[in-house]
Each structure stands twice: as C-alpha cells, then as structure tokens.
Nanobody
Framework: QVQLMESGGGLVQPGGSLRLSCAAS????????MAWYRQAPEKQRELVAD???????NYADSVKGRFTISRDNAKRTVYLQMNNLKPEDTAVYYC???????????????WGQGTQVTVPS
C-alpha cells in the first residue's frame, strides 16, 4: 500500500523555524511532482510550494524568501524548511504527489494525512 507520511509540525513562536518532512512508502517505481499545501481554519486549501522531478521549484507569494522546498529522490522524501514563521502560517500542512508509478500501476493526486503547524499571535 502506497502512502505519504508527514512529520515535523508543531508549535513555534513567531520568527521561529520548522522543517516538515514527507516520506513516500510502498511499492513505488517513480514519483513526479511533490508539493506542500496548507489549509487554515475556514479557508480553502492552498498550494505552498512544489518541486518537479527535475528539481524546479515554485512558491506561493506569501512564503517566498521564507520557505524552501527540497526533495531527496533516493529517500522518496520531500521537505519544507520554514523560516521566519508568522501567525498567518498557522494551518494543517499536507504533502501531495501529483503522479506516482507503482508496481500495480499509476496513481494520481496522492495526499498525506497532514501535520499541524501553529504560530501563536
């Protein structure tokens, strides 16, 4: 069974840092783009950052210069380094893979269970 498992969330004071990790496990043969999304209470889920299989990255304007996405293909893991955190960064952060090859076929739009990040005001 293929799954994405996030870790690294928590409570951090404004200006602090956190590093999120998301590891893919299962009978995986390939992973395309990997991304982090977030959803704050009573708001829609939004893209935070993504990185394609070639390493090209994309960021939401609200996190540019503060967050860095990276991936380790050998470990099938994507990271999100979050610096200078602000109260408005408080949300559940979700890992996403848009397309994944497995021994049983191709899977699309795979999500992790989410990890809470809280930055008090």
């Amino acid at each position: 069974q293929v799954q994405l498992m996030e870790s690294g969330g928590g409570l951090v004071q404004p200006g602090g840092s956190l590093r999120l990790s998301c590891a893919a496990s299962g009978s995986i043969t390939s992973i395309n783009a990997m991304a982090w999304y977030r959803q704050a209470p009573e708001k829609q889920r939004e893209l935070v950052a993504d990185v394609n299989s070639g390493g090209d990255t994309n960021y939401a304007d609200s996190v540019k210069g503060r967050f860095t996405i990276s991936r380790d293909n050998a470990k099938r893991t994507v990271y999100l380094q979050m610096n200078n955190l602000k109260p408005e960064d408080t949300a559940v952060y979700y890992c996403n893979v848009d397309r994944m090859g497995t021994q049983k076929g191709t899977l699309y739009d795979i999500w992790g269970q989410g990890t809470q990040v809280t930055v008090p005001s």
